[in-house]
């Protein structure tokens, strides 16, 4: 008599241990995480918008064409150019431009010209970005 509990006692661990007896569960409904965003290191630089007061005037120099020359409205000869003129001009013409600055000259103040120099006809003008 005493057997029959121990019986059922042994019988009904080794239905759980085998997994027999198993109880359902329903799962649980997770939200899921949202991934992290990285933040950002370095601060996001500040758009520069560009203006023609931040840049230097230029001159380009460059050799014109035989017929361009002729064609053009002013031509000035070398000598005729300031001293400053002259070398702004002489270098010009090595380098292809010159920065003259933030303000600009009066001597370069007139519209695109011809400067003949050394038997060449080059083009004169100044530019601003």
């Given at each position: 008599?005493?057997?029959?509990?121990?019986?059922?006692?042994?019988?009904?661990?080794l239905a759980?241990?085998s997994?027999?007896?198993t109880?359902?569960?329903?799962?649980?409904?997770?939200?899921?995480?949202p991934?992290?965003t990285a933040t950002?290191t370095?601060?996001?630089p500040?758009?520069?918008?560009?203006s023609h007061?931040?840049?230097p005037y230029?001159l380009?120099?460059e050799?014109v064409s035989?017929?361009?020359?002729?064609?053009?409205?002013?031509?000035?000869q070398?000598?005729d150019?300031?001293?400053?003129a002259?070398?702004?001009?002489r270098?010009?013409?090595?380098?292809?431009?010159?920065?003259l600055g933030?303000r600009l000259p009066?001597?370069?103040d007139?519209?695109p010209?011809?400067v003949?120099y050394?038997?060449?006809?080059?083009?004169?003008?100044?530019i601003v970005?």
């Open positions: 008599m005493h057997r029959r509990p121990f019986l059922l006692a042994g019988l009904s661990l759980v241990v997994g027999c007896a109880t359902q569960t329903t799962p649980v409904a997770t939200t899921p995480t991934p992290a950002p370095e601060p996001t500040t758009p520069r918008t560009a007061y931040d840049c230029v380009t120099v050799v035989e017929e361009r020359g002729s064609e053009a409205d002013m031509t000035r070398y000598s150019l300031s001293a400053q002259q070398r702004e001009f270098r010009g013409v090595r380098n292809g431009t010159v920065e933030k009066d001597r370069w007139d519209p010209h011809v003949e050394d038997g060449r006809q080059y083009s004169a003008s100044v970005c």
